[in-house]
């Protein structure tokens, strides 16, 4: 009863803004003329071209998968080891490619990448390569492009089981003689099993819907489903098209979910009584899993100790340069963005000719981007609200409670990070048309919310898997019931988890472009929809200086919480000398 | 520490009627938890007297942590009855239910101070301002931290946090405290420290203690009884003495204290069992317990410290190998195809055994106990 | 300049927009006021510099002319406007539509029929190379034309698609609209004439030699371009050294300081078409609105501030000269240009897709390599 009652307004908005206007796409694609038809399929099963670029796109998120999954594990692993302090500000960091629109975004690294970019420039100098390496408008430059995007998607699964992995489970096997690797792959690695599960579905899975950083950064090869969707939904104003392709992805979509969800649903489990319930069966191990491993360790083991030894020497800062790489890569754009924003040249051009505030006052003195900005600023925050108000309760009732739709509801609160956000977009319009909800702001609240409560229900589940739920155990043995434990205790201490789950959804809803394009109006005209039309003709540093306001903002909240730290800290322990 | 009793208890036991001289008596009928098909708990029955300090004994996965969780009120019980002071409380949520609760890992709120972590259970009662202050200061003493209350739970040490958490159970002057493993993440020296500290404080507070732990040392020298578990059966519960001198069963014999088993023959008589060792050459008779009922083949169980050995060059047995502990020596010896574990103790003047002296190996009858083969 | 505005005002012409001097001496204009009237138009605004321009030129005197209040909103992709139609809410009373995707607009019955009555006769006969329509008046004319890097090649510069696709000759990188754009990107017109099409025999298009000859160029295509802004973006940061670029956005940078040449030889003149959507609520105000915009002297306002060229040639009369040869309809470059035939791309042929649909598919195909 109670999850029910935890899960109901999500349910309820989720249906109403997002599940039934996507059925009503499906069947429209089930239509031709107003009869049913499966023309649209027809023409898409006769279509070749549509099956390769399918394949090229499910090859692309699965690179994109895997190298995140590579770069994304040390540097969870690394934090997990850090103290809560600096963990928050590194996960804050992971998130940073968030804060910045997607133009600005890969225009920074078509700078960064070009053959006379500063990357290039460097290894020049270096001596590392004889001539400049081409790194952009080819598969490179959509990796490097995706892959920052999606580490976050990458890095907080991991994150939330590494954290919860007990080092000294690790200690004890090596004390117990096998070595730091060996018990890496038998202790470690078999405890994150579940969060690179979910990890890789999730960006797989969205990694599917991308179209504009590949469609920029990509060479005249890159094509990919999306792109062939939106081109339909945008510009050929062919629904029906696009809703039948839609649909085939949205199928593929559930059948990967279909494929993973015994995963995926591991990756909810917390396991909040440790301590309480009988510890001896948990310990089995990857091995245990997959016998072959056990075998294999076995016959490696002697040959493998001196590799193992050699390793153990190098693995340490292995782990941190391959973790500090990654951050750079997260943070590297902003070496470029930054100065943009103080240029004074007219376009975009690096680096700047001269520097000079002429953009942040243009920005300023534009009544209509003001305008627009304040409209963003206040429903992108209404939907953050929401969704943390929506989202959160929806976390507690899939991580604390055991239920037989646990798993499709989660598969549910999710997708809308995997379907484009076109169709999405597309549905919603034509369920709302006719009311008086185009061009109105509550349209705006709803459609973001529908996009950013997924975030909200990822992040806090990751957050309250790690919470130590003995403290509620101990809260209630002191008397206090649970709603005063929840208030007193758990909220308290999800404060930081809650913040960066609101600053998730208020960043996808402050970032959408696609939205705005169908449910904008005269009085509901959302900032992105200003800056991409001054965009489509001309890039100017306008749009940079929007992300360094964003950072100004963020950086000042970040010192107010370290002052406010410091201060608390220093008169805690001078007070205690005079009780 | 004298807590204005009357107004805490008040509010506390709400939900749970309790009479003032008879508080904190426990008694668990019956108790069953199933974790699926797997029976963590069962059929546990299990009587505390007010005041009483009892230690759940077990190793990892017997079931004592979860019999522990079903008393708070954090687990549900399969079947069976929870009764304090005679009322079931199987219904009773934890937070009515008024128990402190020690946990391993202290469990201290990390966004509050010291004193606002002993204030909580206060102040979910109802207390306010200088009461609450007043009580803190006082829980504070009890566990020698005064002057800490403004410091956070992390810049104290693991020993101090515990004692915090202890001072948090206790100031709320619950009528039973439940512990689970609350010495389990300390180092020795501050465990043994840690362990008389809780005894003192228990002998000045009153409330009866229920305390989970897998160390036999720590739960035989805190707890008036200990209850042993295995498997999520109650093997045996009685003083540690009782334990020791008297268990009811071969795992009790071996998880408390040092113990040898010889495989013997059993030999049914009237109301005896005659037990008899070919190896040692050694018979034993004894009234047939229930748990003798059947079998031809049994294990005697003696001490190391009821083995006698005379250096004796005839004799077939063999010291293989020994340890000098001071006051004792440990000695192992090799008898027939079995080996023995005897503990001598050491008199000035007398020599040491050596290994591979011939000695003559004495059981003393009736400090042995006999249970059936299959354990 | 005084002098030039009296000697238009005795030839009995309204008077010449922005122009401080002239403003402030004859404040009422001589003739051609549209009558007042109430409420507010929505229309599309374009942003940018291009936005700014229609702020000055149309929107702000139209307000301070009729007291009708002009709402500018930003763009909408075209499928967008076209679900907002079929939805009975349009997203604006007036757009612009890219002059190859009106017609569609024009078949599905999603425009409204303008109402030619507000405007001067004049005017109206004035509109060349492209005429109004039923449901469409020309709001500007822009060339999709050869623009290279001036700092790569100065003396000898591409001239032709042919140079274009001539990597040897002409080295670096290039870029070409996406093929998804269809009649928008001129890539398909390109590609013919850069196989030796004569401009004049173009249409209809020969789709396999349009491809043959795309792919020969695709091994020096860095990326397909898919915003205006790309493309010069990209020979500013010199990634490509020649590709197709629209002009107004070539000559934009320019002023600025770019150094990006171009040659108006076989340029594309394209065109975008102002029309009223269909359930418009405040279709008097538009007609009103477009009569305002279709003057010349406002055109000619509006050229001042970017340079697209006005569809009305009178708005010619108000431009200075420096200014109107940097336009793709002046006459010296009008003679190297054509107009994209916009009806050959909306034919529909046999299996009901327009050649719009039928270029996608087909770059779809080609693409992804199974073409």
Request: with cysteine; hydrophobic share 45%; charged share 15%.
């Amino acid at each position: 009863m109670v999850p029910v009652l935890l899960l109901l307004p999500i349910v309820i908005l989720f249906s109403v803004g997002y599940v039934v206007p996507l059925a009503q796409l499906v069947l429209k694609s089930l239509q031709h003329d107003g009869a049913w038809s499966l023309n649209s399929y027809i023409e898409i099963a006769n279509s070749p071209a549509f099956l390769w670029i399918v394949l090229r796109t499910i090859a692309l998120a699965a690179t994109v998968t895997i190298v995140c999954l590579l770069i994304a594990y040390p540097l969870a692993y690394a934090i997990s080891k850090c103290s809560p302090r600096a963990a928050s500000l590194l996960l804050l960091i992971v998130t940073l490619p968030y804060l910045t629109s997607v133009l600005i975004r890969t225009y920074a690294w078509i700078v960064l990448l070009s053959p006379n970019g500063p990357i290039n420039q460097l290894f020049l100098r270096l001596g590392l390569i004889s001539e400049p390496l081409q790194m952009v408008f080819n598969s490179v430059g959509v990796y490097v492009g995706m892959v920052q995007v999606q580490l976050p998607l990458m890095v907080f699964p991991l994150y939330a089981v590494l954290a919860r992995v007990d080092p000294s489970l690790a200690k004890a096997a090596q004390s117990l003689g096998s070595p730091p690797t060996d018990a890496f792959l038998r202790v470690t690695l078999p405890a994150a099993i579940p969060g690179v599960i979910s990890g890789c579905t999730l960006v797989f899975l969205s990694s599917l819907g991308f179209y504009i950083t590949p469609e920029l950064l990509g060479g005249p090869d890159s094509y990919l489903i999306a792109q062939g969707i939106s081109l339909r939904v945008l510009i050929l104003g062919n629904f029906d098209e696009a809703a039948a392709q839609s649909t085939i992805l949205m199928l593929t979509v559930i059948a990967v979910f279909l494929i993973f969800r015994q995963r995926i649903a591991e990756e909810l489990d917390d396991r909040p009584h440790d301590n309480v319930s009988p510890s001896g069966k948990s310990s089995s191990g990857l091995s245990a899993r997959w016998p072959i491993l056990e075998r294999l360790t076995a016959v490696l083991h002697g040959p493998s100790m001196r590799l193992h030894e050699a390793l153990t020497v190098v693995r340490r800062p292995a782990l941190y340069v391959s973790a500090g790489l990654t951050l750079l890569l997260l943070v590297l754009p902003f070496v470029v963005v930054i100065p943009l924003a103080f240029s004074n040249a007219p376009y975009l051009t690096f680096p700047p000719p001269a520097y000079s505030l002429r953009w942040f006052s243009s920005l300023l003195k534009n009544t209509q981007w003001l305008d627009a900005l304040s409209f963003s600023l206040r429903w992108a925050g209404l939907s953050a609200l929401l969704s943390v108000a929506i989202g959160v309760p929806a976390a507690f009732a899939l991580v604390r409670y055991r239920f037989s739709a646990r798993v499709p509801v989660y598969l549910l609160l999710i997708s809308p990070l995997i379907v484009p956000h076109v169709v999405i977009a597309v549905s919603l319009f034509f369920a709302l048309a006719g009311s008086s909800l185009i061009g109105n702001p509550l349209a705006f609240a709803l459609s973001y919310t529908i996009i950013g409560a997924p975030y909200t229900v990822v992040v806090m589940i990751a957050g309250l898997k790690r919470f130590n739920r003995t403290l509620e155990l101990a809260a209630a043995s002191l008397g206090s019931s649970p709603l005063v434990t929840l208030r007193t205790v758990t909220l308290p201490l999800l404060l930081p988890t809650l913040a960066s789950a609101a600053l998730f959804a208020f960043i996808v809803g402050f970032d959408d472009v696609v939205f705005g394009l169908f449910l904008s109006g005269p009085t509901a005209t959302p900032l992105p929809m200003r800056m991409w039309d001054n965009i489509r003709l001309e890039i100017s540093p306008q749009i940079a200086v929007i992300a360094v306001l964003f950072l100004i903002v963020l950086a000042l909240l970040m010192l107010l919480r370290l002052f406010v730290g410091a201060v608390v800290q220093g008169r805690r322990p001078q007070q205690s000398l005079h009780p | 520490m004298s807590v204005s009793t009357a107004m805490v208890s008040e509010k506390a036991t709400a939900g749970v009627a309790t009479s003032q001289s008879q508080r904190g008596s426990v008694s668990v009928n019956s108790l069953t938890k199933m974790f699926g098909p797997v029976k963590a708990v069962d059929d546990v029955s299990l009587s505390i007297e007010p005041g009483e300090f009892v230690a759940l004994l077990g190793s990892s996965g017997s079931g004592k942590s979860t019999l522990l969780m079903m008393i708070a009120g954090f687990e549900v019980s399969s079947s069976g009855d929870i009764m304090l002071d005679g009322v079931r409380i199987n219904d009773v949520p934890s937070h009515r239910r008024g128990f402190g609760m020690v946990f391993q890992s202290y469990a201290l709120f990390p966004h509050m101070t010291i004193a606002e972590n002993i204030a909580y259970p206060l102040r979910r009662r109802g207390l306010r301002g200088g009461d609450v202050e007043r009580e803190v200061t006082k829980a504070l003493k009890l566990v020698a931290l005064d002057g800490y209350g403004a410091r956070l739970p992390s810049q104290l040490s693991g020993g101090q946090q515990q004692r915090v958490a202890l001072a948090r159970a206790l100031v709320f002057r619950p009528p039973l405290l439940l512990m689970d493993e609350p010495l389990g993440a300390l180092d020795r020296k501050l465990r043994q420290q840690l362990q008389m500290e809780i005894k003192l404080i228990h002998k000045e507070v009153g409330s009866t203690i229920i305390f989970v732990t897998h160390d036999q040392e720590e739960a035989l020298s805190m707890a008036d009884r200990v209850a042993v578990l295995e498997r999520g059966r109650l093997q045996q519960c009685g003083t540690p003495r009782e334990l020791y001198e008297q268990p009811a069963t071969a795992f009790v014999a071996d998880f408390i204290g040092e113990m040898n088993f010889l495989p013997v023959e059993l030999r049914r008589s009237g109301g005896e069992v005659c037990a008899r060792s070919a190896d040692v050459g050694l018979e034993v008779v004894q009234e047939a317990s229930q748990v003798l009922t059947s079998g031809d083949r049994g294990l005697l169980a003696v001490r190391p410290e009821y083995i006698g050995l005379t250096p004796d060059e005839r004799a077939t047995a063999t010291v293989l190998e020994s340890a000098y502990t001071g006051t004792n020596q440990s000695v192992l010896v090799q008898v027939g195809s079995i080996r023995l574990t005897a503990r001598t103790s050491v008199s000035p003047g007398r020599p040491l055994f050596q290994s591979g002296q011939r000695v003559r190996v004495e059981i003393e009858a009736s400090h042995t106990r006999v249970f059936p083969a299959a354990r | 300049m005084v002098d030039i505005v009296r000697r238009k005002l005795f030839q009995g012409i309204a008077l010449v927009g922005g122009l401080a001097a002239a403003r402030s001496l004859f404040p009422a204009p001589a003739i051609a006021r549209i009558p007042k009237g109430t409420g507010e138009v929505v229309v599309y605004d374009g942003g940018g510099s291009w936005g700014e321009a229609k702020r000055i030129a149309y929107f702000e005197p139209f307000e301070k002319e009729t007291g009708i209040k002009v709402i500018a909103q930003p763009r909408t992709d075209t499928g967008a406007v076209r679900a907002s139609v079929l939805a009975g809410a349009p997203r604006y009373d007036v757009t612009i539509l890219p002059g190859g995707k009106a017609p569609t607009f024009e078949r599905d019955n999603l425009l409204h029929p303008i109402d030619y009555g507000y405007f001067e006769k004049a005017d109206l006969g004035a509109f060349s190379p492209v005429k109004v329509g039923k449901f469409t008046v020309p709001a500007i004319i822009y060339s999709l034309f050869i623009a290279y890097d001036a700092s790569k090649f100065a003396s000898d510069a591409p001239n032709s698609w042919t140079d274009v696709w001539d990597a040897q000759k002409f080295a670096g990188r290039r870029s070409l609209m996406a093929g998804t754009w269809a009649s928008d990107g001129g890539t398909f017109e390109a590609a013919l004439m850069a196989d030796g099409v004569d401009p004049s025999k173009l249409y209809p298009l020969d789709w396999d030699r349009a491809f043959k000859s795309l792919s020969r160029v695709k091994p020096s295509i860095l990326k397909w371009w898919n915003t205006g802004a790309e493309a010069p973006q990209m020979i500013i940061d010199k990634l490509i050294t020649a590709g197709s670029a629209w002009n107004g956005r070539v000559s934009a940078a320019n002023e600025q300081g770019a150094k990006i040449g171009y040659t108006w030889n076989q340029g594309m003149l394209q065109y975008d078409t102002w029309v009223v959507l269909k359930g418009t609520k405040n279709a008097d105000n538009a007609f009103k609105f477009l009569a305002f915009s279709a003057r010349a002297e406002n055109q000619a306002k509006f050229v001042q501030h970017i340079l697209y060229a006005p569809p009305n040639s009178r708005a010619f009369e108000h431009v200075p000269s420096e200014r109107a040869k940097l336009l793709p309809t002046s006459p010296e470059a009008r003679k190297l240009q054509f107009v994209q035939d916009y009806e050959f791309w909306n034919i529909v042929s046999s299996n009901g897709k327009a050649n719009n649909e039928i270029a996608v598919a087909q770059w779809e195909r080609w693409i992804s390599g199974v073409r």
